[in-house]
C-alpha cells in the first residue's frame, strides 16, 4: 500500500520533470471537487463524482501553486517513505521553509492538500497527511491488532478489558487489524449513551463492539467503522438521536458521505450502516417525551427529501422524515430514560434488534 | 465514599422531614454559585468561594422547586446506592416520570442539579450525575486500574500498549487507581501533536505520561490529570499554544478552575500544574511562525491581566502576557514544524525540560 502510493507519485513526478526536459509545458489533471459533480450510485453505496476534471498547465499564472503542488507531493514521498504523520496544521508551517513556494495561510495549503488527494484518488491518511481531530471510542468484544512503532511486533488490544475507560481511535487507521466474533456494530451518537452501555457491559449480553461518534463522526472514526465492517463481514447498526439532525446529518454522513468530499466517501462511507432508530415510529410506539421541531429542524428535513439524492433514492426514508415533519416534534435517544435509566437496556435494544430487517435503510 | 455521599443526603432529608413533622417550614441552605463570590487563594491553588450562601425554604412559592430538590436528591441517593450513572439529560427525562415535580426544560433540571452538587458540597460525580460529553486520552508510562463493573476484580490498563490508539478517559474517573513511575505529566492542547508524540513513543524516551486534552479540557480530563498527579506525587507540563486562549482558556482552567464554577475547582483543578509553552518568549528564541493577534485575542489577553486573580497574582504571568500583546502576535504549537516535523521532539521539548524551574507558574 505505501510502496503503491509512493510509485504513483514518482510515475506522476517523472512525467512532469521528462515533460520539461523536452521543453514543454507540463500539467496536472484533478477530479472536479464539488456538488455538481456527484450522483449517487445504490449499488456502490456511497456518492460518487461524475468524473469532470479540471488540467493545471505549468504558466506564469500557476507557478506558484505548480511547485507548491510538486512540493506537496514530495512531502508525502518523505512521510510515506518514514512512515511518519503530518497535520493539515503542519504541512503548512513546514512550507515556511519552501521560499518562494511557502504558503501564506493555511486555506491555500489545504486546498492544495485536497489537490494531491484527488490527484492520486486515495485519501489524505495514505499520503501520510492526518486530520486535526480524533474522535471516535470503542469498547467491546473486539481485539484490535495494531503494531509497536519501534520494533514492529504485533499489539493486540482487547476492548472488553478497559472497564469504564474505552479504546480511543488513532488518528489513522490504515495499518490496523481485527479479530471478532460479534454480532454487530452498535454505532451511537452521544458519549452519554455509549458510557451507559459501556457501564452496563452491553456488548457482553449483545455479543458487539460499541462505536461512540460523540456527534458527527470524524473521518478516523467512519473510516475505523468501514474497515472493521468489511473485514469481519459484521452489520453496522446506527443508534442516534430521533432528529432532522441524527438522521441527515450523523447517519447520512456516516453511511454515504458528504456531497464536498466526494472523492474520499469511497474510503469514509459505511454502506452496509442501517438505522436502528430512535425512529419517527418509536416516538409513537414508546410515547417519548419530546421537543418541537425548530426551524432549523424543518428546514434540514425538507432539504432531505427535496435535494438529498440519498434520501430520495429510498422511498422509506422520505415517509420517515414527512411523518417526523407531520408530527412537528423530535426525541433525543436519551428520552427512553423517562421509562427508567436501564430500560434501552432492558426493553428498547432487545426489542428492535430482534427484528434488524425492519431497520430504516 | 459512596456512603458517605448516601449518609449525608439521608441527614438532609431526614432534618427536612423532621421539621415537617413539627409543623414548621423546612429550609436548604445552598452556597451562593456567582463569580462574586470567588476568591484565589495561592497556597490551595484554585478559586474558592467566599462563604456566601442562599436559604431555601419552603413556601408556596417554592414548593415546585423544593420537591424537584428532594427528588433529584433521591434519585442520587439510588444512583449511589446502586452504582449507577445519569448524564444530566438522562436525569431530565427520569423526572418525566415525577408528575407535578416534572421539569419542563433541561436547563431547570441542571439548576437544580447544581444546587444539590452545592449543598453537599461534592461534585457531581460522587453524587452519581455525569457530564454527557467525554474527551481527553492517554498514552504512556502508565498502568490505570479499573474494575470490571461484574466480578469487581480489577483490571490493569497498561497505556503502554496501544500502538497508535489511546486510553480514552471515562466520563467519571473517581474509582480509578493508578501505577507509574513517570517523570512528569505532559498535558498537550491539540491531538494532532498528541498523535505525533504518541507516534514517535516519546513517552519512552522522555518517561513520562502523555494526556491530550483537544482543547479546552472537560470536567472528567482535568479530574483524571489531578487524581493522578496527585496520587502519585508526579509533576504536570503544559503545552498549549502561545495564545491567549491557550493561556488564558485551557490554562488557567485546567490549573485554578473557572469562575462559574467555584465550588467545583477544589476537585476539578490541578494547581500543580505549570506552563512549559508555547510561552511569548519562545517565540522570539526559536524563531516562529507567528499569526497577528485578532481583536478578540487583545480583548482575552487584556483581560487576563486586568481582571483576573490568578494572572494578577503572578508578576511573570503579567509580564509574560505583556511581552505578547507588545509584539501583537501568536504562534501555535504546530509552528515548530517549520524546522522540521520532529524538531519538537528532538531539540523544543528537551531544551525546554531541561529547566522546569524556568516555566511559567
Not at 187 to 197: D, K, N, P, S
Not at 227 to 243: E, K, N, S, T
Not at 335 to 346: F, M, P, R
Request: charged share 30%.
Amino acid at each position: 500500500m505505501a510502496s503503491e502510493t509512493v510509485r504513483r507519485i514518482e510515475t506522476t513526478a517523472t512525467n512532469v520533470h521528462k515533460t520539461i526536459l523536452k521543453q514543454n509545458k507540463p500539467s496536472l489533471r484533478f477530479p472536479m471537487r464539488s456538488l455538481s459533480n456527484v450522483k449517487y450510485d445504490p449499488k456502490r453505496g456511497h456518492f460518487e463524482m461524475r468524473g469532470r476534471h479540471k488540467v493545471r498547465t505549468l504558466t506564469v499564472s500557476t507557478v506558484k501553486t505548480f511547485a507548491q503542488t510538486l512540493r506537496m507531493m514530495a512531502l508525502s514521498k518523505e512521510l510515506v517513505e518514514h512512515e511518519d504523520i503530518a497535520t493539515k496544521r503542519e504541512a503548512y508551517y513546514v512550507s515556511k521553509n519552501w521560499e518562494e513556494a511557502r504558503f501564506l495561510e493555511q486555506p491555500e495549503s489545504d486546498a492544495v492538500m485536497d489537490d494531491v488527494e484527488a490527484l492520486f484518488e486515495v485519501n489524505r491518511e495514505q499520503l501520510g497527511f492526518v486530520p486535526e481531530e480524533k474522535g471516535g471510542e470503542v469498547s467491546g468484544k473486539l481485539v484490535i491488532v495494531d503494531r509497536d512503532s519501534e520494533t514492529k511486533k504485533p499489539l493486540r488490544i482487547d476492548c472488553t478489558k478497559f472497564g469504564s475507560g474505552a479504546y480511543s481511535i488513532p488518528i489513522s487507521v490504515e495499518h490496523l487489524k481485527f479479530e471478532t466474533d460479534a454480532r454487530f456494530i452498535l454505532v451511537i451518537e452521544t458519549a452519554g449513551m455509549f458510557q451507559r452501555l459501556v457501564k452496563h457491559k452491553y456488548w457482553k449480553s449483545a455479543n458487539c463492539v460499541l462505536v461512540s461518534m460523540g456527534g458527527v463522526p470524524t473521518r478516523a472514526c467512519r473510516r475505523f467503522i468501514r474497515r472493521l465492517a468489511d473485514a469481519r463481514q459484521i452489520p453496522v447498526y446506527v443508534f442516534v438521536d430521533g432528529d432532522p439532525y441524527g438522521i441527515s446529518n450523523i447517519y447520512r454522513t456516516l453511511k454515504v458521505g458528504s456531497g464536498n468530499a466526494a472523492h474520499l466517501n469511497e474510503y469514509f462511507c459505511v454502506p452496509q450502516a442501517r438505522y436502528l432508530g430512535i425512529t419517527p415510529q418509536d416516538i409513537v410506539d414508546y410515547k417519548l417525551p419530546t421537543h418541537p421541531l425548530k426551524d432549523v429542524d424543518v428546514k434540514r428535513a425538507t432539504d432531505a427529501i427535496k435535494n438529498d439524492p440519498f434520501f430520495q433514492h429510498h422511498k422509506e426514508w422520505v415517509r420517515a422524515v414527512e411523518q417526523l415533519l407531520k408530527m412537528g416534534v423530535r426525541a433525543e435517544q436519551q428520552a427512553l430514560a423517562k421509562w427508567g435509566l436501564n430500560y434501552v437496556i432492558e426493553k428498547y435494544l432487545p426489542e428492535k434488534l430482534a427484528h434488524p430487517q425492519r431497520f430504516l435503510p
